[in-house]
């Protein structure tokens, strides 16, 4: 399950995106398991090697990389 994380996130980001429109343009959800390997993997360990410390760090790398990889029709977000 804990493999399997990275890509049932990107399928259910990606399906909300798609399904989501503005004036009739779609948005889309662009990125690959690998991306999200390292970022719902990496997180949690530096999260256990700081105690607890980095937990806002990371909520913010992990919000920021969603953010990112939205785009409003053909445009990225960021």
Same mark, same amino acid.
């Given at each position: 399950?804990?493999? @399997?994380?990275?890509?049932?996130?990107?399928?259910?980001?990606?399906?909300?995106?798609? =399904?989501? +429109? *503005?004036? &009739? /343009?779609?948005?889309?959800? $662009?990125? =690959?398991? +690998?991306?999200?390997?390292? $970022?719902?993997?990496?997180?949690?360990?530096?999260?256990? @090697?700081?105690?607890?410390?980095?937990?806002?760090? @990371? @909520?913010?790398?992990?919000?920021?990389?969603? /953010? =990112?990889? *939205?785009? *409003? &029709?053909?445009? +990225?977000?960021?």
């Amino acid at each position: 399950l804990f493999l @399997a994380t990275p890509w049932i996130t990107i399928k259910s980001l990606k399906f909300s995106a798609y =399904n989501s +429109s *503005y004036r &009739g /343009i779609r948005f889309g959800f $662009t990125t =690959n398991v +690998s991306e999200m390997m390292e $970022t719902l993997c990496g997180l949690p360990v530096m999260i256990v @090697a700081t105690w607890g410390f980095a937990l806002p760090l @990371a @909520a913010f790398l992990k919000t920021r990389f969603i /953010i =990112n990889c *939205y785009q *409003y &029709g053909q445009t +990225s977000v960021q």
